[in-house]
């Protein structure tokens, strides 16, 4: 599975949009983009995913650029609530491998009132 | 649904003892997954099974570690003898395969495990 680069930490202020970048240059064609949030002592969470268009759902939306080489999550209206390590994971839709992901270090996102 | 059940939430043992850990996955979830947490890892799969089958356990660490499914509403993870660098936050979770692209894992609260 391709590799991604995500930044350490940002900032957003609250009732903001919060807009998280994240790298994967090596993407291959049938690998899809996920996104993941952990809550400080809680299990992560699920976002949203997509493979080249752009996707959208109640908790958020992502955009992959055209060549797919980067995706940005949005997070419309940031809240408080929405503090957390959100993880951009790019695996392979195989049904051979179903099940693995390979979660890096992540973006803390810092939500500030 | 009560979401994925782990049990006991917080353990602490000393080096050298046999800890066992619970998961009960959502119901009708034909894949499980056993992750461990620490702050120099972070998140690592460890194991994961379908349809009680053990798939991939190349990131279960050692031979002290050890897991079962027996049915599908029931895994546990071991871990004999426990040492201190055992020490992490483990997680479960469980998923339904319904596309090949779609891998929405449903987390467990996680076990916090201390081996002093």
């Known amino acids: 599975d391709a590799k991604t680069t995500q930044p350490t930490s940002m900032d957003c202020a609250e009732g903001r949009a919060a807009n998280l970048p994240c790298n994967h240059s090596t993407i291959s064609g049938n690998e899809y983009v996920y996104w993941y949030r952990q809550i400080h002592s809680q299990g992560p969470q699920y976002i949203i995913h997509g493979l080249k268009n752009n996707e959208t759902n109640e908790m958020a939306s992502l955009i992959i650029t055209e060549d797919r080489k980067s995706s940005t999550l949005i997070l419309p209206h940031a809240t408080l609530r929405d503090t957390a390590v959100y993880y951009c994971?790019?695996?392979?839709?195989?049904?051979?491998?179903?099940?693995?992901?390979?979660f890096g270090q992540g973006t803390t996102l810092q939500v500030k009132p | 649904d009560a979401g994925v059940i782990q049990s006991p939430r917080h353990e602490v043992t000393e080096m050298g003892q046999e800890v066992t850990l619970r998961c009960k996955p959502i119901?009708?979830?034909?894949?499980l997954f056993w992750y461990r947490q620490t702050m120099m890892r972070g998140l690592e799969l460890l194991i994961y099974?379908?349809?009680?089958?053990?798939?991939?356990d190349s990131g279960m660490p050692e031979d002290r570690f050890s897991a079962k499914m027996p049915n599908a509403s029931f895994s546990t993870l071991k871990i004999q003898p426990s040492e201190p660098r055992d020490s992490a936050v483990y997680f479960c979770?469980?998923?339904?395969?319904?596309?090949?692209?779609?891998?929405?894992?449903?987390f467990g609260p996680g076990t916090r495990l201390t081996v002093l």
């Open positions: 994971i790019v695996r392979v839709g195989s049904s051979s491998n179903t099940g693995k992901l390979i």
């Open positions: 979770a469980s998923s339904f395969y319904r596309a090949r692209s779609y891998n929405e894992q449903f």
């Open positions: 099974f379908n349809n009680n089958v053990p798939i991939d």
């Open positions: 119901s009708g979830h034909d894949y």
